[in-house]
């Protein structure tokens, strides 16, 4: 029933909004409720975080997930599976998610990381819970994955400017990223052999 509850409201987006805000209530139905304008706009949060996180990088951990990529679909497909970074401060207890989100409802866009999406932060806790929702698996796990070399890499990825392609883990493509390989670019495991196995496994 809810699946049909969005796919009615996105029909109502279409017939009554102009087109920029139809881009706006399809990405927020389907994608996360906050737009792709406000992951743009918030970039420079993303970047201030991580860098406060250098200051003190054996006070994080970091680990990985993978989960359904948008709110009406049931189980993960080698096409529809969204990666996100799990950062955990081990003084405080808070934890954040961490990812990379094309920025449109289309095949290519800008792309920003985006730190606490609804959508991230509502499957992880649905999965903490017992409900996995959003097909949830953690893919690599604290303590075998380098804090500091890793936030850096992110960072870098900020720096860079790459944008945003749908099918990116797929047909990889120079100058581009999606949410699953800005993941396996930025990723820096304590062992090294330990990649190979991860980008093998979340290939799949």
């Known amino acids: 029933m809810k699946k049909y509850i969005k796919l009615f409201v996105a029909f109502l987006i279409l017939m009554f909004s102009s087109c920029a805000s139809f881009q706006t209530g399809i990405y927020s139905v389907f994608i996360d409720e906050e737009s792709g304008d406000y992951v743009l706009a918030n970039t420079a949060g993303v970047r201030l ?52 989100y094309g920025t ?16 991230d932060m509502n499957a992880y806790f649905r999965f903490l ?7 949830v698996i953690e893919v690599a796990i604290d303590g075998k994955i380098k804090t500091e070399e890793t936030i850096r890499n992110i960072i870098a990825k900020i720096d860079n400017g790459v944008t945003y392609y749908y099918r990116d883990h797929i047909r990889k493509r120079p100058g581009v990223i999606n949410c699953n390989t800005a993941i396996w670019e930025t990723i820096v495991f304590t062992d090294p052999s330990v990649f190979i196995l991860y980008e093998s496994s979340s290939a799949e």
């Open 129 to 135: 819970a017992g409900n996995n929702r959003w097909d």
């Open 49 to 100: 975080f991580l860098e406060n996180a250098l200051k003190a990088p054996e006070e994080y951990a970091i680990s990985v997930y993978e989960r359904v990529l948008i709110t009406i679909q049931r189980k993960r497909t080698k096409l529809r599976t969204h990666s996100f970074y799990l950062i955990k401060d081990d003084a405080s207890g808070q934890f954040f998610t961490l990812s990379y």
């Open 104 to 119: 449109r409802i289309a095949f290519r866009s800008e792309g920003a990381w985006i730190l606490n999406s609804n959508s």
